[in-house]
C-alpha cells in the first residue's frame, strides 16, 4: 500500500503517466479517424461539385432536397445524406475556398479528423487561418469535441502566447519560442465559483479543487506536482502556491497567485523561489525552471519594466472569472476530501 501511494505521488510516475494519456488519446482518435477519412475524401469531392453545379446551373432551391432524396433512397444505411448534412457540405467547402488560395486547401488535415470536429471548426471559426489553427491542434492533442469547442468558445487562438514575459534574453533560443507558446493571456478560470473579493487561498484552493479543468486551461503538458510546495533556504521555510513539470519544456514551472493587480515586487519573490527550484528539484536533464505569475491585472509597460532586469525566465498573465459566487453560498462547495478524492481520479484515470 505504501509503494503505491509513493508511486502515484511521485513526480517521475507523474510525468510519465501525463505522456502515457496524451499518447492514448492522439492512438484513440488516429484509429477513429482513419474509418471515416474516406468518407470524408468523399465528402470534399461531393461540396465542390455540389458548389459547381449551384453555380452553372438553374435546378433551383429545391436541389439539394432532391439530391438528399435520391441518394437516401439509393444508400438507406449511409446516414450524412439529409439535406441538412449536405447542406453543411457544401457550407464546409465555401468555408475553406472562399479565402484559401486554389490547389492549398488542408484537405488532407480535415480529412483526418472526425466530421462532428470539421463542423465544431466551421461553424465556430471566423476565417480559415483561426481554423487551420484548431484543425492542427486537434491532431497534435488528440481533443475531443467537447474540449474542441470549449477551446474555441473560450478563444484560445487569441490568447495563447500572449503573456508577457521575458523568455528571449532569459531562454535559450531553442526554449523560449515554444515556453512563450506555452502560456497565454489572459486565463479564463470560468469553472470557479469564488467571491468577488477573494484572496489567494481561496483561489488556490478553487483551481485544486477543479484540478481537470485547470490543466485543461493551463494547455497540453501540464503535470500537477502539488500546492504550497516546501523549499528550505537556510533556515527558513518557504511555499510554492503550485508547482508543474512540463512534460514538452523538460522543465518545472512554478505558478506564483495574486489576488491583486500586478506589482514589481511580485517577481522579486518569483525569481527567488524559481532560483529555489533550480537549486533544489532541478535534475540533469532538465531544461531551467520557469515562472509564471496568475494576477488580477496587470498594465504591460509596468510589467516589462519590472522583468527588464530579471535572468530568472517569468511569464505574467491576467487571470478572468466569469462568474462570482455570494459568500453565503461558499459552505455548499466541495469538502477536501471531495478534492482529494477528484486528484486521485485524475491520476488514475
Not at 57 to 66: E, N
Not at 241 to 263: G, I, M, P, Q, S
Request: proline share 3%.
Amino acid at each position: 500500500m505504501t509503494e503505491q501511494k509513493s508511486l502515484t505521488h511521485g513526480v517521475e510516475y507523474k510525468k510519465w503517466i501525463v505522456e502515457l494519456k496524451t499518447k492514448i488519446r492522439q492512438v484513440q482518435l488516429k484509429a477513429a479517424v482513419s474509418v471515416n477519412q474516406q468518407l470524408l475524401i468523399f465528402y470534399w469531392e461531393l461540396g465542390i461539385d455540389i458548389v459547381e453545379k449551384q453555380k452553372h446551373t438553374t435546378w433551383g432551391d429545391g436541389f439539394l432536397r432532391q439530391l438528399s432524396r435520391d441518394l437516401m433512397v439509393e444508400f438507406p444505411d449511409i446516414k450524412g445524406f439529409s439535406e441538412r448534412n449536405l447542406k453543411y457540405i457544401r457550407q464546409w467547402i465555401l468555408f475553406w475556398t472562399d479565402e484559401a488560395v486554389i490547389g492549398q486547401q488542408p484537405v488532407a488535415q480535415l480529412t483526418q479528423i472526425p466530421w462532428g470536429h470539421n463542423l465544431v471548426i466551421m461553424t465556430k471559426c471566423k476565417n480559415t487561418t483561426e481554423g487551420l489553427y484548431y484543425v492542427k491542434s486537434t491532431l497534435q492533442h488528440g481533443w475531443s469535441r467537447s474540449v474542441l469547442t470549449h477551446q474555441i468558445e473560450s478563444q484560445l487562438w487569441q490568447r495563447e502566447g500572449k503573456a508577457l514575459c521575458n523568455f528571449a534574453h532569459a531562454l535559450p533560443v531553442s526554449q523560449s519560442d515554444l515556453a512563450r507558446q506555452t502560456l497565454k493571456d489572459p486565463y479564463i478560470f470560468d469553472f470557479l465559483n469564488l467571491t468577488k473579493d477573494h484572496d489567494e487561498k481561496e483561489l488556490e484552493q478553487g483551481l485544486i479543487e477543479h484540478i481537470t479543468q485547470f490543466l485543461l486551461e493551463l494547455g497540453a503538458g501540464f503535470a500537477y506536482i502539488g500546492r504550497q510546495v516546501p523549499l528550505q533556504v537556510g533556515k527558513r521555510e518557504f511555499f510554492i502556491d503550485l508547482l508543474f513539470y512540463h512534460t514538452r519544456l523538460h522543465c518545472y514551472l512554478v505558478v506564483e497567485l495574486k489576488a491583486v493587480d500586478f506589482e514589481p515586487e511580485h517577481t522579486g519573490k518569483l525569481n527567488f523561489y524559481i532560483k529555489a527550484v533550480d537549486e533544489q528539484l532541478r535534475q540533469e536533464g532538465d531544461a531551467p525552471t520557469i515562472g509564471l505569475l496568475l494576477c488580477k491585472g496587470h498594465e504591460k509597460l509596468v510589467v516589462e519594466y519590472a522583468l527588464s532586469d530579471i535572468h530568472k525566465p517569468i511569464g505574467v498573465s491576467e487571470y478572468q472569472i466569469t462568474r462570482s459566487l455570494p459568500e453565503a453560498f461558499r459552505s455548499s462547495l466541495p469538502s477536501i476530501e471531495q478534492i482529494e478524492a477528484e486528484l486521485s481520479d485524475d491520476l488514475n484515470g
